[in-house]
């Protein structure tokens, strides 16, 4: 075997591509939505080396388009998840004791298939299967899960560097271990660069995986792991299944080699799992890793120096990029009464320019949320608001789902700044305003800083450097992703690590060496060259 001290291909932040009129990218994507609609797919599992279906299939469709039929997937149950452990457990050693060059070669390659040879066909199961528009598509699909590939990479090589000094006659050596046993992978449905990065970096860092996606992002899923299998990862290294939650939990959460959970999703579920990880912490042989991005209620507070053509227009994109769906999306803001009438226009004025309808329409800037519980839940709010005196409906309002899930990008203005929809995540093109007094600023930095459980991120739009100062540090807890004079929205890899506090999460940064700490176990190791003979210590000799 050859050793070396391999210098890694510098990551770069892959290049978004604009799909304007005419392009090459533009003429793919279009090929490769009409190729996946005239074609119904049949999805198996993937566990160890066996592609597994089951006589129960779930149908998938697009949420704009939901009488179209995309294909279906095997659903499995309790002896699935038994079976991916098995799976899981019977690759590790191998997986482990493989030189970490080529493991994180795998997933370099799988980061070139992706930007080049898949990118058409990830970013058309994601618009397709998650109603994304063909922008929000190529960021999330295509940039940042490649960026997620390449960076780690770079993260696990700065973590392994790192070393312990040695003093004379001893050599003091660091070794990152994985886990002991297997680490699950529970996804989310609202980025398929997610799906993508929660099972891949426990495992570049020597770890097998259970990976769990959200079933609205199945359809996308299968392409990474198409991806993943074609770059060359062995069976049993990252094993995918299609299970209800509760029953992976029973089977994962009792079983001794769990060995920690890698999750994105809801707050109730996270503490939920947490709680019951604690109420079984006699069961594991380990402690478990318990990483978790939640949810998050994130703020928008401009001061009467802002500009508020640009504090709409971060509005806009903030709050209705995505219908909302995004973690990160701007869902309550608080505007100084000396600002909002600009602001409003401008609001409005840009609303009413926008269009919404199905992904395949590249000129759609709003498409459907992603099911239809989410837009019930979301329709319900909008009804409520509409129903109380307190709120004013500024722009939006209107819901319809008869052949998409399709919820209007809807500005509520409320008087009381801890009405409910102030408070409480929605997940969804709902944006709320408080309009308050401009001296009365400093005690609006404190609502922002009380009224939600969350803190996942927030802006402030000023152009006088000492209220940004100010706030900067008065709202250090309320964001683990803070930005100044831009929306709270776009978190890049490798440029703003994300991650929240509080209801949040554990705010581990995806997308820094950070969360990859979180996958390893490290062990000292102290080579001593010439052992001592005997126990005397000069101390003891006789004056």
């Known amino acids: 075997m050859s050793f070396g001290t391999f210098q890694i291909p510098t990551p770069q932040n892959e290049p978004v591509k604009e799909y304007r009129p005419g392009s090459p990218e533009r003429k793919a994507i279009q090929q490769a939505l009409a190729e996946a609609r005239n ?4 999805i198996p599992m993937y566990i160890g080396a ?4 089951t006589d129960n299939r779930i149908r998938m469709a697009p949420p704009h388009d939901h009488q179209h039929t995309l294909g279906h997937f095997s659903e499995g149950d309790a002896s699935h998840v038994q079976q991916a452990i098995d799976a899981a457990l019977a690759a590790k050693e191998n997986w482990a004791s493989l030189p970490w060059e080529h493991r994180a070669g795998i997933f370099l390659k799988a980061a070139e298939l992706i930007a080049g ?13 998650q109603s994304k528009n063909v922008f929000q598509a ?15 990479v770079q993260y696990a090589a700065e973590i392994y560097s790192q070393q312990p000094k040695s003093s004379p006659g001893v050599w003091n050596r660091l070794e990152y271990r994985p886990l002991e046993g ?89 503490q939920e799992i947490w709680k019951t990880i604690g109420q079984n912490i006699h069961k594991y042989k380990t402690y478990p890793r318990i990483v978790g991005e939640t949810g998050g209620k994130d703020f928008v507070l401009a001061h009467g120096s802002a500009n508020a053509e640009e504090v709409a227009t971060a509005l806009v994109r903030g709050a209705f990029e995505y219908q909302g769906q995004k973690c990160s999306a701007a869902s309550r803001a608080y505007i100084p009464a000396s600002l909002w009438p600009e602001v409003e226009q401008v609001l409005q004025k840009q609303l009413k320019s926008i269009k919404m309808g199905g992904t395949e329409d590249l000129t759609n800037f709003v498409n459907a949320v992603i099911d239809e519980r ?26 319809d789902k008869s052949k998409g899930y399709f919820v209007e990008p809807t500005v509520l203005r409320v008087d009381d700044p801890k009405y409910q929809t102030m408070c409480e995540e929605i997940f969804g093109p709902v944006l709320s305003v408080y309009v308050f007094e401009d001296d009365r600023f400093e005690e609006v930095v404190q609502l922002v800083n009380t009224t939600s459980p969350y803190a996942l991120t927030g802006s402030i739009f000023s152009k006088d450097r000492y209220v940004i100062d100010q706030v900067d540090k008065l709202l250090k807890n309320a964001a683990g ?59 003891l000799e006789a004056e």
Request: aromatic share 12%; glycine share 10%.
């Open 39 to 42: 074609q119904e797919v049949n």
């Open 50 to 53: 066996e592609e597994v279906y």
């Open 117 to 129: 040879p898949y990118r058409a066909t990830i970013n058309a199961a994601t618009m397709l299967g």
């Open 138 to 152: 190529e960021i999330d699909s295509a940039c940042e899960l490649i960026d997620f590939l390449r960076f780690n």
């Open 182 to 270: 297997f680490v699950f992978a529970l996804t989310p449905f609202n980025f398929t660069a997610i799906a993508g990065n929660l099972p891949t970096s426990a495992a570049l860092l020597g770890n097998t995986v259970v990976w769990k996606p959200a079933y609205t992002q199945v359809y996308s899923a299968h392409v990474i792991m198409k991806v993943l299998k074609e770059a060359g990862l062995p069976d049993g290294v990252i094993n995918l299944i299609y299970v209800d939650g509760p029953v992976a939990g029973e089977i994962i959460f009792n079983h001794p080699d769990f060995a920690g959970i890698h999750f994105t999703g809801s707050t109730k579920v996270f």
């Open 374 to 399: 989410a837009f019930d839940k979301i329709a319900q709010y909008i009804g409520r608001a509409k129903q109380d005196p307190g709120v004013s409906v500024i722009a939006g309002g209107n819901c």
């Open 481 to 539: 992703n803070f930005y100044i004079n831009d929306k709270p929205t776009g978190a890049v890899v490798g440029q703003q690590p994300f991650g929240g506090a509080r209801a949040s999460g554990t705010n581990d940064k995806a997308g820094s060496y950070l969360n990859l700490l979180r996958w390893v176990s490290a062990r000292t190791i102290k080579e001593t060259f010439v052992s001592p003979r005997t126990y005397e210590y000069p101390f």
